[in-house]
């Protein structure tokens, strides 16, 4: 039983990504699977816990939600593409080190993702909206309370003008 | 946010500060190394086909279909499985009550590992697993503990002709006589229900066996004691046949990645393909057939008290539903004996543990081994003191908690507490939180026609990690250590790398190990390297259970600093010709007291180390490496025939303040307002300590308010997934202040406790009575968790609200 394979071109990271994949493959296992970028972690398979967080076009996706061939066409960021072009960690990325915004490691990747989100279009946020902003982001370290600190200080942090 | 009211005591240069760990840039990069992402050539993928029933007699197994699909490489059933196998370890003495990773002739939960597919592909696994065709024939199935306990129940395991593995009746005391002398006694029942810390990362294990080396490779998300060994003895190979690779970082635990049967399945097919094989459980695997649910026990308190408050003695009954087969669960019933008093002075106690198969998935280990619900049912029982007296409920804690100068304080059961000053973190998390005020606030809200109440707990966090619980239930295992150790390396560049024995799942423990390094050897630990060892290249390690690597990871890493520094200064004393007596030690450099210019620098030290044997003292190893193993301190003692023991060494405390509205309308509780007051002694990274303090917090409201693995009347777990099994989101979890205090423990290397078990032990407690002093009004009570806004409506319409 051989599947049919569907051509598939998705900018990921900046990099034009040209693959051939079946209709079932979801586009967690192909940036995981097929690109190695293992950064992107699967939780739950079912849309809840957002450990598999993507930007899709500058929004925040589950790409265990959705098939590769559905990003056909698209820009997809995973947390490899969050940092500067030198390579050095991002505000947003050097701020959850800097607060402890993390343990494991495991959810960081999305929360890094939705926190991204956020900032991207209220760069001010207060408390009660990072915490609404990350609501769909599970996390069994932190109790979110340093994650919603880290991502104050990286807001802070880029209205100062940090780099 | 965190205040801290007492810094550090002593003067450290690194211990205490704030600083920045060692793991974090990897994971918030993308570049940590877990479990899933290690890729292997030629790996092949398992997936599960799982029983349907609860309790169940296999008839038949067909594989044919399955077998033949393009891309399947194997198809196992229990019956091979188990004879080429041994049954897995168990803790509890029940040799009848066998173990397979597959089920071999009967199941006994539903989710319960039938047979297992190896495919190029986990699609194509999952569509083969549908092919393979398995006939049951149903039989009766019990869940509910005292039903399997009831005569004429079906038995889980006929075989060990009950369903009671492990019943026990410690009295430690005069408990009747204080009992007949009370003025008072009062009995209730608590109930604390399944729940579990549910990482994010489910269980995986990937598995390659090189038949010329004769060696399994083991890449897994554990945390687990004695695992390497273990997964040798069920797969019949000697220890030294299995590497497990412990620098694969794990996606939280909490407690619960003790992957064995996993382990042995994935083992035992790539050894008899020949193939690497991996086996990563999707969520629904995870959460009816991981074997990781956590204690499900219900609690008969009794307690005699006299009406000034004075609390006399408790007998407490706890029964524990551990599933349908038991690892280690057992033995969750006998860490509460270490703090089977609380902080309290109580002086007498009786406590009958009792441990129940059932029909459910089976228990393992969860954050706290079984202390945050006997902490539960303990605080439960203060409160509802202080109701029947109608006293104030901190006045009653503040009479009964053991007084500052009374430690070390030895509890009825054997334990003795190192040190404590209970009475001042009280004080200061109620100042924290202006309780007067937050009086006020709940009183007005009162008035407004909320239902709104205060929650307070004052809890003990047993710690170091030691296992005494094993022969005090179980007397033919006579396990007295639980070591853990440290190799540190100086390398010819002057460079230092600590290895630890064991893998980490959050804990931070890299930045602990060069923290503690760089303290003892006055040298950066931004510079310090620490990796974590195979398990064939480890020194003894039990793993980070029982919130015990800040006291016996960190030990062991500054003793065996302690000895590089001692090795450094002999070759200073032979090469300066003088006593060491009479030189010091500053940033790794060793100069004559007081001849500042006669000094050999941490660089020329390692240098004659690594280089220059006719410049090393006699008797001193070339090259520049120490080890220390060190035992947790206060172990090495066998339980008396009575059954006291001491079990943990360091105890921490903990009290929790918490405000709760409940909408009157939806019967949905929100917390308003939550502090922590905090002494776990010195703390070596306050900032780590706190992140596992607000991060057991949140899973205590869960296990208070959300978090249940329920079952329906067939026996099937109907909280399989996280739209059912609701895990605490930011919106859930309040804004957390947290006030610290510092008592230093006497018997630790900087007078550190452990304290990665901080917040469960006591938010759920707290989280409980907040809710109940809300009800309490109404003249109603609930003491079964969680208390989901369901329960607490059904409890306001039968109270006619």
């Known amino acids: 039983m051989s599947e049919a394979l569907y051509s598939i071109a998705v900018e990921v990271n900046g990099t034009q990504r040209v693959d051939r994949v079946s209709a079932r493959t979801s586009l967690v296992d192909w940036l995981r699977e097929y690109l190695h970028l293992t950064g992107t972690h699967v939780g739950c398979e079912h849309g809840i816990c957002g450990a598999c967080s993507v930007m899709l076009d500058g929004e925040p996706v589950r790409s265990c939600l959705m098939y590769a061939v559905q990003a056909d066409g698209h820009r997809i960021v995973t947390v490899e593409g969050l940092a500067r072009p030198d390579g050095q960690l991002s505000i947003l990325q050097d701020s959850f080190c800097e607060a402890h915004g993390l343990q494991c490691g495991y959810c960081t990747p999305g929360m890094l993702i939705a926190a991204q989100a956020l900032l991207d279009t209220n760069p001010r946020p207060t408390d009660e909206q990072i915490r609404d902003a990350i609501a769909g982001n599970l996390c069994r370290c932190t109790g979110y309370q340093q994650i919603v600190d880290a991502i104050a200080l990286a807001a802070e942090r880029m209205a100062k003008g940090a780099t | 946010m965190s205040t801290s009211h007492v810094a550090n005591p002593q003067r450290f240069r690194y211990i205490g500060a704030k600083r920045r760990t060692k793991e974090d840039p990897r994971f918030v990069s993308g570049r940590g190394r877990y479990a899933a992402d290690i890729a292997l050539p030629g790996l092949k993928h398992v997936a599960l086909v799982a029983s349907p029933h609860a309790s169940a007699r296999i008839l038949s197994i067909s594989t044919d279909a399955a077998r033949a699909m393009p891309g399947v490489h194997y198809v196992l059933t229990g019956e091979a499985l188990c004879a080429a196998t041994d049954s897995l370890a168990t803790g509890v003495d029940t040799p009848k009550l066998t173990r397979w990773p597959l089920a071999r002739d009967h199941v006994r939960y539903a989710g319960e590992w039938v047979a297992a597919v190896v495919a190029d592909s986990r699609a194509l696994a999952e569509d083969a697993a549908e092919l393979v065709e398995v006939e049951y024939e149903p039989l009766p199935h019990v869940t509910d503990p005292e039903q399997a306990i009831a005569n004429g129940g079906p038995l889980v395991h006929p075989a060990h002709g009950s369903n009671v593995i492990l019943h026990r009746n410690f009295v430690w005391g005069p408990v009747e006589d204080a009992f007949a002398r009370a003025e008072h006694q009062l009995a209730f029942r608590a109930v604390w229900s399944r729940s579990a810390t549910v990482p994010i990362e489910t269980f995986a294990v990937v598995a390659q066996w090189n038949p010329a080396t004769e060696i399994l490779d083991v890449w897994a998300s554990i945390q687990m004691p004695k695992y390497p060994d273990q997964t040798a003895k069920a797969l019949r190979l000697p220890g030294n046949a299995v590497r497990v690779h412990y620098d694969v970082d794990v996606g939280g635990s909490y407690g619960v990645k003790r992957g064995l049967k996993h382990t042995v399945l994935v083992g035992y097919l790539a050894k008899r393909l020949d193939m690497p094989v991996r086996l990563i459980e999707d969520r629904l695997e995870n959460m009816r057939g991981g074997d990781m649910h956590g204690p499900d026990r219900i609690f008969d308190m009794n307690v005699a008290f006299d009406r000034d408050g004075t609390i006399r003695a408790l007998k407490i009954r706890a029964v524990d539903n551990v599933g349908a087969y038991a690892g280690r669960a057992p033995f969750q019933l006998g860490k509460p004996v270490s703090a089977i008093c609380g902080p309290y002075r109580i002086g007498a106690i009786a406590y009958e543990p009792v441990s129940v198969l059932t029909n459910k998935t089976p228990q393992e280990a969860v954050r706290g081994f079984g202390q945050a619900p ?384 901080a917040g469960y032990l006591g938010a759920p407690a707290a989280v409980a009575n907040a809710v109940n002093d809300a009800l309490a009004p109404l003249g109603v009570e609930v003491n079964t968790l969680p208390i989901s806004h369901l329960a607490i409506w059904e409890t306001l319409t039968a109270a006619g609200r």
């Open chain 2, 374 to 757: 006997t902490n539960f049912a303990l605080e439960r029982t203060m409160d509802r003191v202080a109701q029947f007296l109608n006293i104030d409920r901190i006045a009653l804690r503040q009479k009964n908690l053991i007084r500052k100068e009374e430690f070390p304080y030895t509890i009825p059961s054997g334990s003795t507490y190192d040190s404590g000053d209970y009475h001042t973190v009280l004080d200061q998390a109620l100042a924290a939180i202006d309780y007067p005020a937050l009086l006020r606030r709940r009183d007005a809200a009162r008035q407004a026609g909320l239902l709104a109440g205060i929650g307070i707990s004052t809890c003990l966090e047993p710690s170091g990690g030691n296992s005494a619980f094993e022969p005090l239930l179980n007397p033919k295992n006579e396990t007295t250590t639980w070591m853990d150790s440290c190799l540190v390396r100086v390398d010819l560049s002057g460079a230092i790398t600590g290895i630890m024995g064991t893998s980490s799942s959050g804990q931070g423990h890299e930045t602990l190990v060069s923290t503690v390094v760089g303290e003892i050897l006055e040298r950066d630990p931004a510079q310090i390297r620490v990796i974590h060892a195979d398990s064939l290249n480890a020194l003894p390690s039990n793993s980070p259970v029982g919130s015990r690597m800040a006291i016996m990871l960190g030990g062991a890493a500054a003793g065996a600093a302690r000895r590089i520094k001692d090795t450094l200064i002999a070759i200073a004393a032979h090469n300066l010709e003088c006593a060491k007596e009479d030189l010091d030690y500053r940033d790794g450099n060793v100069s004559l007291k007081g001849v500042p210019e006669k000094i050999l620098s941490w660089d020329q030290l390692v240098e004659i180390a690594h280089r220059k044997f006719h410049q090393m003292p006699p008797d001193i190893e070339p090259g520049l490496q120490a080890q220390f193993v060190w035992e947790v301190p206060t172990g090495g003692g066998l339980p008396t025939p009575d059954g006291r023991v001491q079990i943990y060494p360091c105890y921490a405390f903990e009290t929790h303040i918490v405000y709760v509205e409940i909408d009157p309308e939806t019967a949905t509780p929100s917390i308003k307002q939550y502090v922590c007051g905090h002494d776990c002694g010195v703390m070596i990274n306050p900032d780590i300590v706190h992140g596992m303090t607000y991060g057991g917090i949140a899973h205590g409201i869960g296990a208070a308010l959300y978090e249940h693995f329920t079952y329906d009347d067939n026996g099937q777990l109907t909280s399989g997934t996280f739209m059912d099994y609701l895990i605490p989101s930011a919106l859930e979890v309040p804004p957390i202040r947290i006030v610290d205090h510092c008592t230093p423990s006497p018997l630790t290397t900087f007078g550190q406790k452990g304290s990665g078990e």
